[in-house]
């Protein structure tokens, strides 16, 4: 399946599913080549992103690339995250997007032909057959060449055309002799900074600095109110983490 010249095309990407499958990958995202790319290939109605963001934290190092997007093409969509405690006694980050994500493409398919879904997510098999009878076509945009492959099956299976993320890599990577990618310690002299930090517009972050989530994946969690029994505790402590964000 082509892109034709004359569709109406909009990216809806996960921020954090894209983060993860292009980390798993070894290559970080410049957004905008991606932008830049996905322009070329028909009339780009618009780019959504979808992130969550621990607003508690005196300087988040996700801001600059969120305020650089939001500058730069994009329409950001964000909320504050939740932190909760579990049966086990632990405290957990919640940061789920997908409520937001399936509304935005389900109001926005009448002004639609092509919808272009960043994301592996299982959950999104049933949004992508409804707009399929709406008559749009969908593509998704993930890896199956992660271990384990960052795709569902049957989302795989529901879309129109499986775009392999390490094949778009060429045409969306950062250019491995720029700047080496924004990382957590390079913010590390920033703590008087508040959330309103802005990129100069040249700036063009690659994908977006979560290390501080990286080494504590199990605390950064998305679950749903399915997964607690009637005690409040989790039914199934594999099903629990399954259910990580950077699934």
Request: with cysteine; hydrophobic share 35%; net charge negative.
């Amino acid at each position: 399946m082509k892109f034709y010249p004359t569709e109406r095309i909009a990216l809806f990407i996960d921020g954090s599913n894209l983060y993860a499958a292009a980390r798993a990958l070894n290559f970080d995202i410049d957004y905008k080549r991606l932008l830049d790319h996905f322009s070329e290939n028909g009339i780009l109605i618009r780019a959504f992103y979808y992130t969550a963001l621990i607003e508690d934290q005196e300087y988040s190092p996700i801001r600059p690339l969120v305020d650089w997007l939001d500058y730069n093409g994009y329409t950001m969509v964000t909320k504050p995250t939740k932190e909760f405690t579990d049966a086990f006694g632990r405290k957990k980050i919640k940061g789920n997007m997908d409520i937001e994500l399936a509304i935005d493409v389900m109001e926005m398919a009448a002004h639609l032909d092509h919808v272009i879904l960043f994301s592996g997510d299982g959950d999104f098999r049933r949004l992508v057959e409804s707009v399929q009878r709406k008559g749009l076509r969908v593509t998704v945009v993930s890896t199956v060449k992660s271990n384990p492959p960052m795709v569902a099956d049957e989302l795989r299976r529901q879309c129109d055309r499986f775009i392999e993320l390490m094949d778009l890599a060429p045409q969306i990577a950062r250019d491995a002799t720029q700047r080496p990618a924004r990382r957590h310690s390079d913010f590390q002299d920033t703590s008087a900074l508040t959330g309103t930090r802005r990129l100069a517009p040249e700036a063009s972050p690659s994908s977006p600095p979560l290390d501080e989530f990286e080494d504590e994946d199990e605390d950064f969690e998305d679950y749903d109110d399915d997964d607690l029994d009637e005690e409040g505790e989790f039914e199934d402590d594999e099903d629990m983490e399954d259910d990580k964000i950077t699934r």
